[in-house]
C-alpha cells in the first residue's frame, strides 16, 4: 500500500472517532466464511489460482459518539484456505475502522452499516509469512433488540497478499 493510501484511510478512520448505531460503546463477535479467489506466488515463478473458502471469525469492540459515526477496533482470523494441497493461505490481523450507521424507520431497530479502515495483517502461504497493512472496507445490516444486543449481517473486504471476503453473522452487546 503506498503512503498516500495509508494516510487516507488514516484520516478517514480517525474521522470516525466522532461518532454509532447507538451512541456509546459495543463488544461483539462474527462468525462466518472467508472466500479468496485470486492468484498467489507460492514461488518463483508459480502461481496458483485460489479459488476456496473457508471458516473466519472476528472479535471486535467500538464506540459511537453520535447516532451516525463511530471506531471499531478488531481481531479478524479469515481462515485456513488449502487449493489442491498446492496453495495453503492462513491469514489473521488487527484492523482499526472508522463506522457509518443508518436507521432504517423510526424506532425499528434496524441499521445500515458501513466502515472503512486500516488492516494489519499476516498472511502464510506454503509456510512463507507476508506481513502488511491494507485498506478494509465493508457493509451490513444490524438489528438491535432493547437497546442493548444486536445482531449483525455483514460483508467485509481484507486487503492482503491475498485479499479476502468475510460473509459473516455477529452478536453484540451495547453498553
Excluded: C
Excluded at 438489528?143 to 492482503?160: M, P, Q, S
Aim: proline share 1%.
Amino acid at each position: 500500500m503506498n503512503t498516500r493510501t495509508l494516510q487516507a484511510v488514516t484520516w478517514i478512520g480517525l474521522a470516525g472517532l466522532t461518532g454509532s448505531a447507538v451512541a456509546g460503546g459495543y463488544a461483539g463477535i462474527t462468525i462466518g466464511q472467508a472466500t479468496i479467489d485470486e492468484a498467489v506466488t507460492t514461488s518463483p515463478g508459480t502461481s496458483i489460482a485460489v479459488n476456496e473458502d473457508s471458516l473466519a471469525w472476528k472479535v471486535y469492540g467500538g464506540f459511537g459518539l453520535t447516532e451516525y459515526f463511530g471506531a471499531e477496533l478488531g481481531w479478524a482470523d479469515l481462515g485456513d484456505h488449502n487449493e489442491s494441497g498446492l496453495a495453503n493461505l492462513e491469514t489473521e490481523g488487527f484492523y482499526m475502522a472508522g463506522t457509518a450507521t443508518l436507521p432504517l424507520g423510526e424506532d425499528s431497530g434496524f441499521y445500515a452499516t458501513a466502515k472503512l479502515g486500516a488492516y494489519v495483517w499476516d498472511q502464510d502461504i506454503n509456510s512463507a509469512s507476508h506481513d502488511g497493512t491494507d485498506a478494509m472496507y465493508g457493509v451490513g445490516l444490524k438489528y438491535i433488540y432493547d437497546e442493548i444486543f444486536g445482531v449483525a449481517l455483514e460483508w467485509e473486504r481484507y486487503n492482503a497478499e491475498a485479499d479476502a471476503d468475510l460473509i459473516g453473522l455477529g452478536l453484540t452487546v451495547n453498553f
